[in-house]
């Protein structure tokens, strides 16, 4: 199978804005990111916002002093600056519109390559640093390994890595793709240990706290994950034929009506409806969405292929006997077998983590009769289980509100939420793992290692990120069930999978030292600095998913680990 970023799906009508790529306005006073609006439609929105004395510039993705980086005058030529995941080129602006998003001109020179995910290759930059460049970070040394998140600078270029690299893996070659190239550096700038560049002052409001964090979110890759991840809060009027349903919604309803529905879940239990399926799509907006250039139907067809096919073995009645087939028997179970309410056996607790003061500050548990606190076992469509699931799913679907469902886990069962729960579960990636969204729709790009460990842009890997299924010797009943089950919804979709890679024993687990999908989308509080949280790989309790536009994530991480009150 081709691995294509989705940077790359851009369609003529697209061309102007190519999805995750940057550009400076016309005025040169705003950043800003292509990326999709509530209507699902590719258009620059501004990001960040020049103080004045500034201008914007790609090379910081930021603002510089206007004195070393002029703003075009109102008798020259105005240029605009657009970058991409995998280029930053300059061209001339529209002479005859004011749009700020301008048409990229073919001869346009290069400035910078290999930013992006994507990148395998060298890059081609100028050696020569220009006024204005932030600093270089310590230069690479061949002798030396790095860890996920080291900056290092390499011939006058910064360079930041995605996973753990081993001594002698040139920042510039990037075999593995594991470097990102941030653009070129002036060695003449001082910068902190560690490189990347004179950075703001330690935050002392939530203003300037805020600022902070929004100039670490920049990297094409959280802002992908991010877009992934973005929610539609306005769902209650979405129903079955709606003209006014959302695009994703029109497009799953088109695939699959509410006699499919019904033809596919024919053992459902009566608590999973049609309807709170399309409205649980309508809150994921980036579940079937539009892929410019690519066959949009067919890519939806193979994520429900692959959820169905899950949801067969988590909640299927497994009757071999009966004449209706295994793939068709899912959803007969809304709670973990055994595990009830009321009388819970330890064996449902799932509450450990309740008694770790740490995460029950950010997550405190509901008070009940099992240890002390409520049982998040499995429940729902995917079997949503712990309360380190719980909360950051409370988090998402109830406007930053943690305890709705820690206090209530009964609703994951009970209401719509035993559907979007499962939607929440594939649309996120849980570092080493990408999430499995982004190894169906191609957006998650495999490392070398990855491939030579068996984890492609296939369904076997969706298998390895739910429970690592595929790393014995040999294939286990419960994963070619899964198989089974994923072939029979792809060919009653009309899909074939004789060009799937359907191999599932001896897949390497994923791991943080090789994955490409060790992504910084974590806060922890700074080694360096007080007052500041960073961007880490690992899991903690502050997803910057989960930010929203006021950074709320980082703010928590910075107030929870330095017992301050930013105001």
Known sequence: MKITPLAAFVSAASAACPYGSYQCDASQTNL???SYDASSTLSWTTIKACPSGTVCNLQVYGCVESSTS???TSNASSSTTVTSSSRLVTSAAPQTSSSTAPQTSSSAKPLTTSTGPSSSTAATTSSVPSPGLPGCATVWSSGQSYSSGSTVSYNKNNYS???YQNAGSNPSVNSDGGWINQGLCDPSVPTQPGGGGAKPPVATNLAQAREYAASLSQDPNLLLLKSQARTNLNVDGVSPGNSANPANVKRVESIMSRAKWDYYFSFADPVYTYANFIKSVAFFPAFC???PGKDSDAICKKLLATMFAHFAQETGAHDGKNAIPEWRQSLAYVR???CTENNTISGCYYNNDCVNPAFNKVFPCGK?????????FGRGAHQLSYSFNYGPFSLVMFN???????????LVADTWLNLASAIFFFLYPQPPKPSMLGVIDGTWVPSAADIAAGRTNDFPSTIQIINGECAGSSTSNAAQNRINYYKAFMADMGLSTANDNLKCAGMGRFDSSSSSGSYGMYWTGSYLNQNECQLVSYQTNFNALMDGPNYNEYIKCVELTFNIKLK
């Open 336 to 338: 973990e077998l055994s």
């Open 368 to 376: 009940g009769p099992n240890n002390g606190f409520l049982s998040y």
């Open 289 to 291: 969405d539009t892929y």
């Open 161 to 163: 890595a995605k996973w």
């Open 32 to 34: 800003q990111l292509c």
């Open 70 to 72: 002029p703003r075009p």
């Open 400 to 410: 930053g509100d943690p305890t709705v469902l820690l206090n209530n886990p009964s």
